[in-house]
């Protein structure tokens, strides 16, 4: 599976981005969709995931009440979308694919795409 990010960019406070991940080479029916953000200096975060097949989603303590995670099947693209974004959400934001039953940990993804990176300034 390869994962292309893309979407991210410079907001300012308060502002709104949709980031988006496109999977080709191999269906992803099956799998678990899911963003990770790394700052330097620190590990990197869970922020959401999908599971592609039936549904279900779910989020790190950065995104709850703030972010969306969402698929489109016909496109093989999951878009994560960022509602008030505050200067702590910079980081590069990465999305990554796997079929572990887990979700929130860098070990449950078998495929990463390159990262985006999301600056909030004003």
């Known amino acids: 599976v390869q994962l292309q990010a893309s979407g991210g960019g410079l907001v300012q406070p308060g502002g709104s981005l949709r980031l988006s991940c496109t999977a080709s080479g191999r269906t992803i029916d099956g799998y678990v969709m899911g963003w990770f953000r790394e700052t330097p200096g620190k590990e990197r975060e869970f922020v959401a995931a999908?599971?592609?097949?039936?549904?279900?989603?779910f989020y790190g303590d950065p995104a709850k009440g703030r972010f969306t995670i969402a698929g489109d099947n016909a496109k093989n693209t999951v878009y994560l979308r960022m509602n008030n974004l505050k200067p702590e959400d910079t980081a590069v934001y990465y999305c990554a694919a796997g079929r572990s039953d887990t979700v929130i940990y860098r070990s449950d993804y078998d495929y990463w795409g390159r990262g985006t990176l999301v600056t909030v300034s004003s």
């Open positions: 999908i599971r592609w097949s039936g549904g279900g989603t």
